[in-house]
């Protein structure tokens, strides 16, 4: 029909990838409301929690769920009714640091002056209870993927140019957020021995509850305006990747009937296959 009409000669294969990359897909009806709140909802409890709705509205359409941005605003300010910040935030001097220190003040400069400084900055060598929490994350987590990482570039399947490193990012990415999702959750769980240095217990109760322990909640309510104003100076990635990379490598998966991994060594042997696919499209004589 296209050379018929248009003078227009295309594989199926290469019509599809124009389509993929155009982002140009047949209408659908709009999800239902219910499994778009659940999915809000399962957001929230993760990194969701940090975004506007426009991300949140993206983050529905790659999974899937067909629904305007408008429901989404309305949806996250009714699963999301927190609308308040710390009373106070230590940090130390790190580049990104400084706009949390911003936004904090900014978000606190109507406080009372018996609250105290709304951001303090110190170095990081004075918590000991952060630096030995990277010990721990460290153990638990990231020494597997340091040595899974190295071991794939010592195999030669790894050279470090933008193609590898894109390719690494959307067969792993999912991997490791829902590896550290699994630590966070596990040590938010754990429980803290007695002792005369503070409070005992699991960390996820003394943090939503804090009555229980006799203290009080250091949440300070201000207008949600305010925190949009301060989403809206954020940056979010939109892509795990680089956008053509994505779409490029989701083409490849449609047309080879692949599906995501499921661990890291699916993921080994699905990043080869697909960076082997690159490799002959891109770089072929």
């Not at 295309?10 to 140009?24: E, F, G, V």
């Not at 009714?81 to 640091?97: A, H, K, L, Q």
């Not at 892509?239 to 692949?258: R, W």
Request: charged share 25%; proline share 2%.
């Amino acid at each position: 029909m296209l050379e018929i009409k248009h003078g227009v000669v295309l594989s199926l294969r290469q019509l599809k990838r124009k389509l993929a990359l155009m982002r140009l897909f047949r209408r659908k009806y709009y999800s239902d409301i219910e499994d778009v709140a659940m999915f809000i909802q399962r957001q929230q409890e993760t990194s969701g929690q940090l975004h506007g709705y426009r991300w949140m509205h993206l983050k529905c359409i790659r999974n899937g769920l067909t629904v305007q941005k408008e429901i989404v605003r309305i949806l996250l300010k009714i699963l999301d009714p927190i609308g308040g910040v710390p009373n106070s935030v230590r940090s130390d001097m790190g580049t990104e640091n400084s706009y949390l220190a911003e936004m904090q003040t900014f978000l606190r400069r109507h406080r009372d002056e018996d609250q105290g400084k709304a951001f303090l900055y110190g170095t990081s060598q004075h918590n000991q209870r952060i630096e030995s929490w990277w010990g721990v994350l460290r153990r638990e987590n990231s020494e597997f993927w340091i040595s899974f990482f190295q071991q794939l570039k010592i195999d030669g399947y790894f050279s470090g140019d933008f193609i590898d490193k894109n390719l690494l990012q959307f067969c792993f990415m999912h991997l490791i957020k829902s590896e550290l999702q699994e630590v966070k959750d596990i040590w938010n769980s754990h429980r803290i021995r007695p002792s005369n240095r503070g409070f005992s217990g699991r960390p996820v109760v003394l943090y939503d509850l804090p009555q229980i322990r006799g203290t009080e909640d250091f949440l300070c309510h201000v207008d949600n305006r305010e925190i949009l104003a301060c989403v809206e100076e954020c940056v979010f990635p939109e892509e795990i990747c680089d956008t053509d990379v994505y779409n490029l490598a989701s083409v490849y998966m449609f047309e080879n009937h692949l599906q995501m991994p499921n661990d890291a060594y699916e993921a080994a042997n699905f990043y080869e296959r697909l960076r082997m696919f690159f490799r002959e499209n891109l770089f072929a004589n």
